[in-house]
């Protein structure tokens, strides 16, 4: 059975750190693209970073050099470390795991973020 547990969010003052893990269940970390998304209220859900089958990785301008994406194939997990928070980093953050063929999509619940001014 597919399933992506998110874990991590939380409140945080700018300039501070927190860690979002993805515990993935069903999920082969060798053929799926996995991603980290966010989204704010009346906005669409945008990319904030992915890790590919080959582990190569790829950030939003908006995130790099302050959040890094990592994987542990062991534990089936996806991190999001998240550095150098900036009010408009507030959203709620979702792990997402993606294959092209054939079609494939999980999303996990969601994890809200908050970054106090």
């Known amino acids: 059975q597919v399933q992506l547990v998110e874990s991590g969010g939380g409140l945080v003052q700018a300039g501070g750190s927190l860690r979002l893990s993805c515990a993935a269940s069903?999920?082969?970390?060798?053929?799926?693209?996995m991603n980290w998304y966010r989204q704010t209220p009346g906005k669409q859900r945008e990319l904030v970073a992915e890790?590919?089958?080959?582990?190569?990785?790829n950030y939003a301008d908006s995130v790099k050099g302050r959040f890094t994406i990592s994987r542990d194939i062991a534990k089936n997990t996806v991190y999001l470390q998240m550095n150098s928070l900036k009010p408009e980093d507030t959203a709620v953050y979702y792990c997402n795991a993606n294959l092209l063929w054939p079609p494939f999509t999980s999303w996990g619940q969601g994890t809200q973020v908050t970054v106090s001014s």
């Open positions: 069903g999920i082969d970390f060798g053929i799926n693209t």
């Open positions: 890790i590919t089958p080959g582990g190569s990785t």
